[in-house]
């Protein structure tokens, strides 16, 4: 797997890339990457921005859903003065528990 993360304006955490070969499509391994992905930004309180792209050999529909599963929303502020540029954003989530240890993520409810 290769994957290409940055940070711009905002501050926001752009994934510029993640691409998987196929024959790992389909069983988990980018579910469990996004996942430590959006956990590390809801830890530190960033906006995760991407853009998805067929440029490698996915499906941008299937793509689009997948990041709408993650908790993406279309972003409906690009192009504004101050907005990311990618076409999907996902704001970070509150009460979220991140373990270093073993880059997961549990959410957590006060008692």
């Known amino acids: 797997m290769r ?4 940070v711009d304006r905002g501050p926001f955490l752009v994934l510029f890339w993640v ?4 024959t790992e499509r389909g069983n988990g391994v980018g579910t469990r990457v ?5 956990a590390a930004a809801d830890l530190r ?3 995760v ?3 998805p792209s067929a440029r490698f050999g996915g499906d941008l529909d299937r793509l689009q859903g997948f990041y709408e599963r993650l ?3 279309t972003n409906t502020s690009r ?3 101050g907005a990311a540029r990618e076409s999907m954003v996902r704001v970070p989530r509150t009460r979220t528990a991140f373990d270093e240890r073993t880059l997961t993520w549990q959410t957590w409810l006060p008692s």
């Open 71 to 73: 908790g993406f929303i």
């Open 49 to 51: 921005t991407l853009s």
């Open 34 to 38: 996004m996942a430590d992905i959006t």
């Open 3 to 6: 994957l290409e993360l940055g």
């Open 45 to 47: 309180g960033v906006p």
């Open 79 to 81: 192009g504004q003065m």
């Open 19 to 22: 691409l998987l070969p196929e």
